[in-house]
T-cell receptor, first 112, second 116 residues
């Protein structure tokens, strides 16, 4: 069974631009969560989706948004990029709302 | 953001030695997960714990869900060079009055280096 896939793997953007990251969960998994990983803050929860509904949101500004499609694939969007948004963005999928989460390889976003 | 207290921050050990690391929290969790992350990759799930007091093994790895539900421990026996990496604990709680959540709260990580 294929694992969680994320595209693109690497991205370089300029301040003020916006970016969309994509995540395809493990087949059959209906829940997708997103995390931001930085050296200073570690792994921080962004949001989680289950059956196209956002169930929970982390403490991030409104510039961070996401959605989930009927096939469980998910996207997250960051608008008006800031230098501090440079991070590894990780997507994780799970069968149900809670329980084991399996991570993708991440998207490395660099904002210049 | 909210984080668990994970210790030690780093360890440099000799191949063949046993390793112990732990996580503590001021909050109760329903689930404890342990992950390993290699450079440039996403975290890989090692062990999942669902019940207070539960002790679970995965090869040379053993993890325990603390009785108070506020802590967890990971032991690695007879370490080998490929154990090198960053180990994270993660706790999963319950939303107040809304059932379970998938939100994971992570420790700061333990960096393990193994000398052959």
């Amino acid at each position: 069974k294929a694992g969680v896939t994320q595209t693109p793997r690497y991205l370089i953007k300029t301040r003020g631009q916006q970016v969309t990251l994509s995540c395809s969960p493990i087949s059959g998994h209906r829940s997708v969560s997103w995390y931001q990983q930085t050296p200073g803050q570690g792994l921080q929860f962004l949001f989680e989706y289950f059956s196209e509904t956002q169930r929970n949101k982390g403490n991030f500004p409104g510039r961070f948004s996401g959605r989930q499609f009927s096939n469980s694939r998910s996207e997250m969007n960051v608008s008006t990029l800031e230098l501090g948004d440079s991070a590894l963005y990780l997507c994780a999928s799970s069968l149900g709302v809670s329980g084991e989460q399996y991570f993708g390889p991440g998207t490395r976003l660099t904002v210049t | 953001g909210q984080q668990l207290n994970q210790s030690p921050q780093s360890m440099f050990i000799q191949e063949g030695e046993d390793v112990s690391m732990n996580c503590t929290s001021s909050s109760i969790f329903n689930t404890w997960l342990w992950y390993k992350q290699d450079p440039g990759e996403g975290p890989v799930l090692l062990i999942a714990l669902y019940k207070a007091g539960e002790l679970t093994s995965n090869g040379r790895l053993t993890a325990q869900f603390g009785i108070t539900r506020k802590d967890s421990f990971l032991n690695i026996s007879a370490s080998i060079p490929s154990d090198v990496g960053i180990y994270f604990c993660a706790g999963q709680a319950r939303l107040h009055g809304s059932g379970n959540t998938g939100k994971l709260i992570f420790g700061q990580g333990t960096t393990l280096q193994v000398k052959p």
